[in-house]
């Protein structure tokens, strides 16, 4: 009797939190996240690679750094966003693509969540140091401005 062919392979399990972008894939662990999607950022510009890629990790983790809200009126352009700078410690803890310190790679992040990040944050002030829960961790690259994200889970 033929063995069964297996109809999933097993994610590959890590405690690295660096990895190679050529080498992932949806379902892998990484450190204590495991990638829910994969792709390039922009894929008019070219395929999946070191310098255009976006990957969502799920898993929550706590994190400690410094925060700041922008509400649109600090710089005059309206755009709205809280940012989140995790301290060194903090900072070990998210993934990283090997190739990515090359590019000047930073761990600060926007949260996708903008109403829910200033309704938890506001009472400590327009900007600060906080420790914050969360999940949804969405690292990017491409050479253009653009910003990880992550969605605030809740404020410790």
């Not at 929550?60 to 966003?81: A, F, H, Q």
């Amino acid at each position: 009797t033929p063995e069964p062919v297996p109809t999933t392979i097993p994610a590959i399990e890590s405690s690295s939190k660096t990895f190679n972008i050529n080498n992932i894939k949806a379902g892998d662990k990484i450190g204590t996240f495991q990638v829910k999607n994969i792709g390039p950022f922009e894929p008019k510009y070219s395929e999946l690679s070191e310098k255009n890629f976006k990957i969502t990790f799920s898993g929550k983790i706590l994190v400690t750094g410094d925060y700041t809200i922008t509400d649109g009126t600090e710089i005059g352009i309206g755009t709205k966003y809280v940012t989140f700078v995790p301290n060194e410690v903090s900072a070990s803890l998210l993934p990283i693509e090997e190739h990515t310190g090359q590019f000047g790679y930073s761990k600060s992040f926007v949260f996708n969540n903008y109403d829910q990040a200033v309704e938890l944050l506001i009472s400590k002030g327009k900007s600060g140091q906080a420790t914050v829960v969360i999940d949804d961790y969405t690292l990017v690259s491409y050479p253009s401005e653009v910003n990880n994200t992550a969605e605030l889970i809740q404020v410790n």
